[in-house]
């Protein structure tokens, strides 16, 4: 008789488990996309600190983005932060900095191109081209030319304190309106 008793108590326990489970799983994607909004925000304002970048109207800016990606395997969401890599291909290099070896000009509108040779004609070298096929097509620089980092995404680390913080707001504030 006492077995049935406890097995009767472990089921309901079960039950209220499993709806406390259900409604900390509801509660945790708006907790982590409020999160990941704070990684996001202290991306953009990171990027806005180097003026010559062009600042919102930036086709770099325009390509940050948060995005849901997935559930983990124990159903918790999963949000991205970062750069779209269609919009915004060659992002990296203005993270981590790289060399110059062909003359460029920045444009109104805040864009940069390579310049190209009078003489040359025809689509232009594909990125794998061989240096002298480059230097034939674009105008080469004497010296390369080093082009600092200006990072954007790796400092944002330093936020992510705060975007805990906001996700377990979210998360304490959903399953305390549940109750």
């Known amino acids: 008789m006492t077995t049935t008793i406890i097995t009767a108590s472990l089921n309901g326990f079960r039950a209220a ?29 990171n990027f ?13 800016y325009k390509a940050l983005y948060r995005v849901f990606a997935r559930r983990s395997q124990d159903g918790v ?3 991205d932060v970062g750069v779209n890599m269609r919009k915004a291909p060659h992002w990296h290099l203005i993270e981590y900095g790289h060399w110059r070896y062909y003359a460029a000009k920045k444009l109104p509108n805040g864009d940069w191109v390579t ?12 990125q794998k081209a061989s240096k002298a096929v480059k230097d034939a097509y674009y105008i080469p620089l004497k ?15 330093e936020a992510l304190p705060k975007a805990l913080a906001a996700a ?3 998360f304490l504030e959903r399953i305390r309106a549940k109750r």
């Not at 909004?37 to 202290?42: F, G, N, P």
């Not at 806005?48 to 770099?60: A, F, H, Q, R, V």
């Not at 310049?115 to 594909?126: D, E, N, S, T, Y």
């Open 77 to 79: 969401p999963i949000y």
């Open 143 to 157: 010296t390369p030319v080093w082009v600092p980092a200006r990072p954007y995404l790796r400092p944002a680390k």
């Open 17 to 45: 488990l499993d709806k406390v489970g259900a409604e900390m799983l509801d509660a945790a994607r708006p907790a982590a996309y409020d999160g990941s909004d704070v990684l996001l925000e202290e991306v953009q304002k």
């Open 168 to 170: 377990r707001k979210t």
């Open 48 to 60: 806005s600190k180097y003026p010559i970048m062009g600042g919102k109207d930036n086709t770099l």
């Open 115 to 126: 310049l190209k040779r009078k003489g040359a004609k025809g689509k232009k070298p594909p």
